[in-house]
C-alpha cells in the first residue's frame, strides 16, 4: 500500500516533537526536509520552520547556521522577538557583539515584556564595555612599549623590559592584532640579532604567528632571510626558539583555527596561504641551522602536522606532497641524521594518511619522489646509495605503499640492498638491513629478497663485529622471510624451525637491551613472526617479553598500533583461514598439490588456553590503547582480535574485555573501519551483549550505540547465519534494557529486518527473531506497527498474522516467546480487534490451550485476558466458539490450587459478565472490572 504523502506541516510537527525530546539532529533534519519541500515558496511556513531549525542549531552550537536561517526567516517576513533573540545569541557566541546588540534590542522593540531578551542586552552591554576596556587598556600599553624600543636615548634593560611586556602582550589575540597595526612588526625585527633583547623579539615573533595565516605570511615578508640565516647559525637558545617560531607557522597554515573560510563574511574574498612559499624558507633552515636548531625544527614539524585534523587542512594536496618531497630532498642530500630521519617517517605517516589524490595524482607524486632517490641509487657510491636508501626506509615506514611504487621503478634496488649489506660501515649495514626488513613486509618483495639476502643476514648476525642495532634489523628481515608463507608449514621458503630460532634470538637481543628503539623492531619482528604456531605459542607463555610488549602500547606510534594489532591477531587466530572440504582436500592430494595444513598447537585446546593467558597479560587493555589508531588496517585487526577473544570459550572472556574498555573501543572501531573491520566489530559487541548483561557491559548511552553494529548483522541477505543469529540475539538482550534502547532499535530500522529474519527457513534464526519482537513488544512505539491504521492497516495486518501464527509453532522457544509477544500487543484494544478476525485463530487457540506446559497457557490465558476485557464485540466472537467451552473446563479442572492461572480464568468470567455475555450462578462471583494485562 502506498503511503499518504507527507505535507511540510507535519514534518514541521514531528520536528517539534524530536525537538522536545533533546533529538535535535533528527529534528534538523525534518525541518530541512519541509524546506526542501518548499524551495522556492516565500511563505510564513517557511519562516516557522527556519525559526525552529534555528532553535535546534542554538542547542548544537552551529551558531552560522542560526544566523543563516533567521536572515531567511526575517527576509520571509517572521522578524518577530524569538527569531531577533535566537540570531542575537549567535551572534554573541560569534563575538559580533555590535550585531548581538542590534538584534537582542530589536527582541526587547518587538516584545517589552521578554525578560529573556532585556537580560541578554545587558550582557552584550557588559560584554562590549568589556571589550573596550582590553583594547583601550591594550592600545596603551602597545604604544608605551613601542616608544620605549623607538626612544634611541633607552638604555638596553629598558628596551629589553619593553620587549618582555611585549611578549606578555601579544599572548592574546588583541594585543597581536593591535601591535600589527601599529606597525611595530617592524620595530620588533630591528632586535632579532641584539643578543640581551634577541629571545624576548624571538618570542614575540612566535606570539604573533599563532593561529593567524594572515600575520603568519607578514613575518615572512618582513623577516629577512639573512637574519633567520644568522640566528640559526648560533648553538644557543635563539636558534632552538626559531623552531617555535616554525611550528606557529606551520600550525596555523595546517589547522587555521582563526580563519574558516567557509564561514566567512558576504562578500569576503577567500585568500589561501601559498604553501610552497614556506618551503625554501625551511630547506635552507636545514642546510644551515645547528643540531639545536635542527632539533626544534623536525619536532615543530612533527607536532604541527599530528596537530592537523581533517577538517581543518587548506590546500592539504598540495601541501602533503610539497612537505613529503622536501624531506625526501634533505634526506637524500645528507642533511638530516639517521635519527632525525626516523622522526621524518612518523611526519610522512601522518601527512600521507590525510592525502586524498586520485591514481593519476599518486603516480605523478611518485614519479617526482623517483627522480630525487633514483640518481643517488644508481650512483655508485655506498655513501650517496645510502642516503637513498634512508629516503625509501622513510617512504616504507611512512606509507609502504609510496616506498613499493618507487621500488617498483628501479629493479637494481636488490642488487644494491645486496652490495650494500657487505659493506664495512656500520651506518651502511643497518640502513641496508633495515631496507630488507621494511620490503620484507610485501610477500613479492620478499621471495625477491629471500634467495641471496637471507644468507646475507645470517652473517651479520652472527659476526661478532655488528653492532646489536644491525643485528635486530637483520633479525626482522629473516622474521618476515620465515613468516611468508602465511602459516601453511608446505609453503615455507626457509627451513622449518627457522621461526622459533629466530623469535629466541630476538627475545635476547631484546633482554639485554630493551630501549625504545629495540622494543619497535622486535615489536615489528613478531608481527609477522607470530604467524608461526610455535612462536606465538611460546610469546604467550612468555610473562616477561608479554609485558614488555604490553608497556609499549601506553603511547603507541602508527607504526607500532599496526605491529601489535597483527601480533594479536596472529595469536588469537582471528585472520582469515581456508575453509576447505575434505574431498577437495583428498584431490589436491591425489593430484600432489600443496594443501594448507594447520599446526598442532593452533588447535582449539590450545587456542584456548593461549587466549586465556593473554586475558590474565591484560591484552585487552592494549586493545583499547590501539584503539584510537588512524589506520583502517590496524583497526580491522584491532577488531579481529577483539572478536577472537570474546568468542573463545564460549565468551569466558567477555567480563574482563568490558572490564579493561572493550566496549567503548570496540564502539570506536566500529564507526570507523573497513568493511570486514566494521562486521567483526559489530560481532564482537554482539557476543559481549548476548553473554553479559548488556545494561552492565553497556551502560548508559552506550547501550544504544550496540543497537546499530547488532543490526548491521541481521542487514545483508547474503550474511553468514552465525553472524545473524548472533546479530539477533545481541538486540534481544538490548532490547531488554530500556525503553530508549528499544526506540533506539526501531528508529535505527531493525524492524524490518527482524521481521525478515522471522520469515526464514533457519528454525534458529525464526526462534531468536521471534524472542527479540517479544522484548520489544514492550514499547509502545513498536506496537504502533501491529496498530491497524487507514495507512497502515495492510502492513499492520501482515505483522499481526505473522506473529500470532507461531503462536502454534511446533518449536518451543518460538511459540512461547510469539505467545509472549502477543500477549504484550493485546493491550491495545485495536490491536485485540484484529486478532478475533485472523482465520487460524481459533484452531490456534483450541491447540495450545490443551497442551500442559505452565509457560505456554499462562501466556495464552493473559491473551484470552486481553481480548475478553478490550471490547464487547470482541468477547462475544471469543464466547461463540469452544474456546470459551474450553476456558470452562479449565477453571473447572484448575480447582482451588490454581494460583495466578485460576485469577486470570476468573477475569476472563468477569470480562464475559461485565458485557453481558454470560449470567453468574447465585454468589458465584464478584465481579471487578478487569484491565488488559501485559
Same mark, same amino acid.
Not at 622522526?343 to 601522518?350: A, L, R, W, Y
Not at 459478565?913 to 458465584?924: D, F, R, T, V
Given at each position: 500500500?502506498?503511503?499518504?504523502?507527507?505535507?511540510?506541516?507535519?514534518?514541521?510537527?514531528?520536528?517539534?516533537?524530536?525537538?522536545?525530546?533533546?533529538?535535535? %539532529?533528527?529534528?534538523?533534519?525534518?525541518?530541512?526536509?519541509?524546506?526542501?519541500?518548499?524551495?522556492?515558496?516565500?511563505?510564513?511556513?517557511?519562516?516557522?520552520?527556519?525559526?525552529?531549525?534555528?532553535?535546534?542549531?542554538?542547542?548544537?552550537?552551529?551558531?552560522?547556521?542560526?544566523?543563516?536561517?533567521?536572515?531567511?526567516?526575517?527576509?520571509?517576513?517572521?522578524?518577530?522577538?524569538?527569531?531577533?533573540?535566537?540570531?542575537?545569541?549567535?551572534?554573541?557566541?560569534?563575538?559580533?557583539?555590535?550585531?548581538?546588540?542590534?538584534?537582542?534590542?530589536d527582541?526587547?522593540?518587538?516584545?517589552?515584556?521578554?525578560?529573556?531578551?532585556?537580560?541578554?542586552?545587558?550582557?552584550?552591554?557588559?560584554?562590549?564595555?568589556?571589550?573596550?576596556?582590553?583594547?583601550?587598556?591594550?592600545?596603551?600599553?602597545?604604544?608605551?612599549?613601542?616608544?620605549?624600543?623607538?626612544?634611541?636615548?633607552?638604555?638596553?634593560?629598558?628596551?629589553?623590559?619593553?620587549?618582555?611586556?611585549?611578549?606578555?602582550?601579544?599572548?592574546?589575540?588583541?594585543?597581536?592584532?593591535t601591535?600589527?597595526?601599529?606597525?611595530?612588526?617592524?620595530?620588533?625585527?630591528?632586535?632579532? +640579532?641584539?643578543?640581551? /633583547?634577541?629571545?624576548?623579539?624571538?618570542?614575540?615573533?612566535?606570539?604573533?604567528?599563532?593561529?593567524?595565516?594572515?600575520?603568519?605570511?607578514?613575518?615572512?615578508?618582513?623577516?629577512?632571510?639573512?637574519?633567520?640565516?644568522?640566528?640559526?647559525?648560533?648553538?644557543?637558545?635563539?636558534?632552538?626558539?626559531?623552531?617555535?617560531?616554525?611550528?606557529?607557522? +606551520?600550525?596555523?597554515?595546517?589547522?587555521?583555527?582563526?580563519?574558516?573560510?567557509?564561514k566567512?563574511?558576504?562578500?569576503?574574498?577567500?585568500?589561501?596561504?601559498?604553501?610552497?612559499?614556506l618551503?625554501?624558507?625551511?630547506?635552507?633552515?636545514?642546510?644551515?641551522?645547528?643540531?639545536?636548531?635542527?632539533?626544534?625544527?623536525?619536532?615543530?614539524?612533527?607536532?604541527?602536522?599530528?596537530?592537523v585534523?581533517?577538517?581543518?587542512?587548506?590546500?592539504?594536496?598540495?601541501?602533503?606532497?610539497?612537505?613529503?618531497?622536501?624531506?625526501?630532498?634533505?634526506?637524500?642530500?645528507?642533511?638530516?641524521?639517521?635519527?632525525?630521519?626516523?622522526?621524518?617517517?612518523?611526519?610522512?605517516?601522518?601527512?600521507w594518511?590525510?592525502?586524498?589524490?586520485?591514481?593519476?595524482?599518486?603516480?605523478?607524486?611518485v614519479?617526482?619522489?623517483?627522480?630525487?632517490?633514483?640518481?643517488?641509487?644508481?650512483?655508485?657510491?655506498?655513501?650517496?646509495?645510502?642516503?637513498?636508501?634512508?629516503?625509501?626506509?622513510?617512504?616504507?615506514?611512512?606509507?609502504?605503499?609510496?616506498?613499493?611504487d618507487?621500488?617498483?621503478?628501479?629493479?637494481?634496488?636488490?642488487?644494491?640492498?645486496?652490495?650494500?649489506?657487505?659493506?664495512?660501515?656500520?651506518?651502511?649495514?643497518?640502513?641496508?638491513?633495515?631496507?630488507?626488513?621494511?620490503?620484507?613486509s610485501?610477500?613479492?618483495m620478499?621471495?625477491?629478497?629471500?634467495?641471496?639476502?637471507?644468507?646475507?643476514?645470517?652473517?651479520?648476525?652472527?659476526?661478532?663485529?655488528?653492532a646489536?642495532?644491525?643485528?635486530?634489523?637483520?633479525?626482522?628481515?629473516?622474521?618476515?622471510?620465515?613468516?611468508?608463507?602465511?602459516?601453511?608449514?608446505?609453503?615455507?621458503?626457509?627451513?622449518e624451525?627457522?621461526?622459533?630460532? *629466530?623469535?629466541?634470538?630476538?627475545?635476547?637481543?631484546?633482554?639485554?637491551?630493551?630501549?625504545?628503539?629495540?622494543?619497535?623492531?622486535? /615489536?615489528?619482528a613478531?608481527?609477522?613472526?607470530?604467524?608461526?604456531?610455535?612462536?606465538?605459542? %611460546?610469546?604467550?607463555?612468555?610473562?616477561?617479553?608479554?609485558? /614488555?610488549?604490553?608497556?609499549?602500547?601506553?603511547?603507541?606510534?602508527?607504526?607500532?598500533?599496526?605491529?601489535?594489532?597483527?601480533?594479536?591477531?596472529?595469536?588469537?587466530? $582471528?585472520?582469515?583461514?581456508? %575453509?576447505?572440504?575434505?574431498?577437495?582436500?583428498?584431490?589436491?592430494?591425489?593430484?600432489?598439490?600443496?594443501?594448507?595444513?594447520?599446526?598442532?598447537?593452533?588447535?582449539?585446546?590450545?587456542?584456548?588456553?593461549?587466549?586465556?593467558?593473554?586475558?590474565a597479560?591484560?591484552?585487552?587493555?592494549?586493545?583499547?590503547?590501539?584503539?584510537?589508531?588512524?589506520?583502517?588496517?590496524?583497526?580491522?585487526?584491532?577488531?579481529? $582480535?577483539?572478536?577472537? *577473544?570474546?568468542?573463545?570459550?564460549?565468551?569466558?572472556?567477555?567480563?574482563?574485555?568490558?572490564?579493561?574498555?572493550?566496549?567503548?573501543?570496540?564502539?570506536?572501531?566500529?564507526s570507523?573501519?573497513?568493511?570486514?573491520?566494521?562486521?567483526?566489530?559489530?560481532?564482537?559487541?554482539?557476543?559481549?551483549? /548476548?553473554?553479559?548483561?548488556?545494561?552492565?557491559?553497556?551502560?548508559?548511552?552506550?547501550?544504544?550505540?550496540?543497537?546499530?553494529?547488532?543490526?548491521?548483522?541481521?542487514?545483508?541477505?547474503?550474511?553468514?547465519?552465525f553472524?545473524?543469529?548472533?546479530?539477533?540475539?545481541?538486540?534481544?538482550?538490548?532490547?531488554?534494557?530500556?525503553?530508549?534502547?528499544?526506540?533506539?532499535?526501531?528508529?535505527?530500522?531493525?524492524?524490518?529486518?527482524?521481521?525478515?529474519?522471522?520469515?526464514?527457513?533457519?528454525?534458529?534464526?525464526?526462534?531468536?527473531?521471534?524472542?527479540? #519482537?517479544?522484548?520489544?513488544?514492550?514499547?509502545?512505539?513498536?506496537?504502533?506497527?501491529?496498530?491497524?491504521e487507514?495507512?497502515?492497516?495492510?502492513?499492520?495486518?501482515?505483522?499481526?498474522?505473522?506473529?500470532?501464527?507461531?503462536?502454534?509453532?511446533?518449536?518451543?522457544?518460538?511459540?512461547?516467546?510469539?505467545?509472549?509477544?502477543?500477549?504484550?500487543?493485546?493491550?491495545?484494544?485495536?490491536?485485540?480487534?484484529?486478532?478475533?478476525? #485472523?482465520?487460524?485463530?481459533?484452531?490456534?487457540?483450541?491447540?495450545?490451550?490443551? *497442551?500442559?506446559?505452565?509457560g505456554?497457557?499462562?501466556?495464552?490465558?493473559?491473551?484470552?485476558?486481553?481480548?475478553l476485557?478490550?471490547?464487547?464485540?470482541?468477547?462475544?466472537?471469543?464466547?461463540?466458539?469452544?474456546?470459551?467451552?474450553?476456558?470452562?473446563?479449565?477453571?473447572?479442572? *484448575?480447582?482451588?490450587q490454581?494460583?495466578?492461572?485460576?485469577?486470570?480464568?476468573n477475569?476472563?468470567?468477569?470480562?464475559?459478565?461485565?458485557?453481558?455475555?454470560?449470567?453468574?450462578?447465585?454468589?458465584?462471583?464478584?465481579?471487578?472490572?478487569?484491565?488488559?494485562?501485559?
Amino acid at each position: 500500500m502506498v503511503a499518504a504523502e507527507v505535507s511540510p506541516t507535519i514534518l514541521k510537527e514531528r520536528g517539534n516533537e524530536q525537538f522536545k525530546r533533546g533529538e535535535y %539532529d533528527a529534528a534538523v533534519k525534518l525541518y530541512s526536509e519541509g524546506l526542501d519541500m518548499l524551495e522556492g515558496k516565500t511563505c510564513q511556513e517557511s519562516a516557522v520552520i527556519l525559526k525552529n531549525r534555528a532553535a535546534c542549531y542554538l542547542k548544537l552550537e552551529n551558531y552560522e547556521g542560526v544566523v543563516d536561517d533567521i536572515n531567511q526567516c526575517i527576509s520571509m517576513g517572521g522578524g518577530d522577538s524569538k527569531a531577533f533573540y535566537r540570531r542575537a545569541v549567535a551572534h554573541q557566541h560569534l563575538k559580533h557583539l555590535d550585531k548581538a546588540l542590534k538584534d537582542a534590542m530589536d527582541a526587547v522593540r518587538i516584545d517589552p515584556k521578554n525578560k529573556t531578551a532585556i537580560d541578554l542586552v545587558m550582557a552584550i552591554r557588559r560584554d562590549i564595555q568589556g571589550r573596550k576596556d582590553l583594547m583601550t587598556s591594550t592600545t596603551g600599553l602597545v604604544d608605551e612599549m613601542l616608544g620605549s624600543l623607538r626612544d634611541q636615548a633607552a638604555d638596553v634593560d629598558k628596551k629589553t623590559l619593553a620587549m618582555k611586556n611585549l611578549v606578555n602582550i601579544t599572548s592574546n589575540k588583541a594585543g597581536s592584532e593591535t601591535l600589527v597595526k601599529k606597525g611595530g612588526l617592524k620595530d620588533i625585527t630591528r632586535f632579532l +640579532l641584539q643578543d640581551k /633583547i634577541q629571545i624576548h623579539a624571538l618570542n614575540c615573533v612566535i606570539c604573533l604567528t599563532r593561529d593567524s595565516i594572515p600575520r603568519t605570511q607578514l613575518i615572512l615578508d618582513s623577516v629577512p632571510l639573512d637574519t633567520s640565516l644568522q640566528i640559526l647559525r648560533q648553538n644557543n637558545e635563539a636558534s632552538s626558539l626559531i623552531g617555535g617560531v616554525l611550528y606557529e607557522m +606551520l600550525n596555523s597554515v595546517l589547522e587555521d583555527r582563526g580563519y574558516d573560510y567557509s564561514k566567512r563574511e558576504l562578500g569576503q574574498p577567500i585568500k589561501k596561504f601559498p604553501v610552497p612559499k614556506l618551503l625554501p624558507t625551511l630547506f635552507e633552515y636545514f642546510k644551515e641551522c645547528c643540531k639545536v636548531a635542527k632539533d626544534a625544527a623536525l619536532n615543530s614539524l612533527l607536532n604541527a602536522v599530528v596537530k592537523v585534523t581533517d577538517s581543518r587542512v587548506i590546500n592539504e594536496e598540495v601541501l602533503n606532497k610539497e612537505l613529503i618531497n622536501f624531506m625526501i630532498t634533505l634526506v637524500v642530500n645528507g642533511k638530516v641524521s639517521y635519527e632525525h630521519s626516523q622522526q621524518m617517517s612518523i611526519v610522512v605517516s601522518k601527512m600521507w594518511a590525510r592525502t586524498r589524490v586520485d591514481d593519476k595524482k599518486s603516480l605523478q607524486f611518485v614519479r617526482q619522489i623517483s627522480t630525487v632517490i633514483n640518481p643517488r641509487i644508481l650512483s655508485g657510491e655506498e655513501e650517496h646509495q645510502m642516503l637513498a636508501l634512508r629516503a625509501l626506509n622513510i617512504l616504507l615506514q611512512g606509507s609502504f605503499e609510496a616506498g613499493g611504487d618507487v621500488i617498483k621503478d628501479n629493479a637494481e634496488i636488490y642488487r644494491i640492498i645486496s652490495k650494500l649489506l657487505c659493506s664495512k660501515s656500520p651506518d651502511i649495514q643497518r640502513t641496508a638491513a633495515e631496507t630488507v626488513a621494511l620490503m620484507s613486509s610485501d610477500k613479492k618483495m620478499c621471495y625477491n629478497l629471500a634467495g641471496h639476502n637471507f644468507n646475507l643476514l645470517k652473517t651479520l648476525y652472527k659476526s661478532p663485529e655488528v653492532a646489536d642495532e644491525v643485528k635486530l634489523r637483520a633479525l626482522v628481515g629473516m622474521s618476515k622471510m620465515c613468516a611468508s608463507s602465511g602459516g601453511d608449514v608446505n609453503r615455507n621458503i626457509i627451513a622449518e624451525g627457522a621461526g622459533v630460532r *629466530i623469535f629466541k634470538q630476538i627475545r635476547q637481543l631484546l633482554l639485554k637491551n630493551p630501549t625504545e628503539e629495540s622494543r619497535k623492531w622486535v /615489536i615489528e619482528a613478531l608481527a609477522y613472526l607470530t604467524i608461526d604456531a610455535e612462536v606465538k605459542h %611460546d610469546l604467550v607463555k612468555d610473562e616477561e617479553q608479554m609485558k /614488555i610488549i604490553c608497556d609499549f602500547s601506553t603511547d603507541p606510534s602508527p607504526s607500532t598500533s599496526y605491529s601489535l594489532s597483527c601480533i594479536f591477531m596472529n595469536t588469537t587466530n $582471528s585472520y582469515d583461514q581456508p %575453509d576447505i572440504e575434505p574431498e577437495m582436500q583428498r584431490i589436491a592430494e591425489y593430484a600432489k598439490q600443496s594443501v594448507p595444513q594447520a599446526h598442532e598447537l593452533d588447535s582449539e585446546d590450545n587456542l584456548k588456553t593461549r587466549i586465556s593467558l593473554m586475558v590474565a597479560r591484560g591484552v585487552p587493555s592494549v586493545l583499547s590503547a590501539c584503539s584510537s589508531a588512524d589506520s583502517e588496517r590496524t583497526r580491522e585487526f584491532l577488531a579481529r $582480535s577483539y572478536f577472537g *577473544i570474546v568468542s573463545n570459550n564460549d565468551g569466558e572472556h567477555c567480563g574482563a574485555v568490558v572490564q579493561q574498555g572493550g566496549t567503548r573501543s570496540l564502539l570506536n572501531l566500529f564507526s570507523e573501519n573497513t568493511e570486514e573491520g566494521k562486521k567483526y566489530a559489530a560481532h564482537a559487541i554482539a557476543k559481549i551483549a /548476548i553473554k553479559m548483561n548488556p545494561a552492565l557491559a553497556f551502560s548508559g548511552q552506550r547501550a544504544m550505540d550496540a543497537c546499530r553494529p547488532c543490526i548491521s548483522l541481521i542487514e545483508s541477505t547474503n550474511q553468514n547465519t552465525f553472524l545473524v543469529y548472533d546479530g539477533l540475539m545481541g538486540l534481544t538482550n538490548l532490547a531488554s534494557v530500556s525503553d530508549s534502547v528499544r526506540e533506539r532499535i526501531i528508529r535505527e530500522g531493525g524492524c524490518h529486518h527482524i521481521d525478515f529474519q522471522m520469515l526464514e527457513d533457519n528454525e534458529a534464526l525464526r526462534r531468536a527473531a521471534t524472542q527479540c #519482537i517479544c522484548n520489544l513488544a514492550l514499547s509502545d512505539k513498536f506496537k504502533e506497527r501491529y496498530r491497524p491504521e487507514e495507512e497502515n492497516s495492510t502492513e499492520a495486518v501482515d505483522r499481526l498474522k505473522a506473529i500470532f501464527v507461531f503462536c502454534g509453532d511446533e518449536e518451543y522457544h518460538t511459540r512461547i516467546a510469539a505467545l509472549g509477544a502477543v500477549a504484550y500487543l493485546t493491550s491495545d484494544v485495536r490491536i485485540c480487534k484484529c486478532i478475533v478476525n #485472523i482465520g487460524s485463530f481459533e484452531e490456534i487457540v483450541k491447540e495450545t490451550i490443551c *497442551i500442559e506446559d505452565q509457560g505456554i497457557r499462562h501466556r495464552l490465558l493473559v491473551i484470552l485476558q486481553n481480548l475478553l476485557a478490550s471490547d464487547k464485540d470482541v468477547a462475544e466472537k471469543i464466547i461463540n466458539t469452544q474456546i470459551f467451552e474450553c476456558l470452562l473446563a479449565l477453571q473447572m479442572g *484448575i480447582g482451588s490450587q490454581g494460583g495466578v492461572m485460576k485469577d486470570i480464568l476468573n477475569n476472563c468470567m468477569s470480562a464475559a459478565k461485565h458485557w453481558g455475555l454470560i449470567q453468574s450462578n447465585p454468589g458465584e462471583y464478584v465481579y471487578t472490572a478487569p484491565t488488559p494485562q501485559q
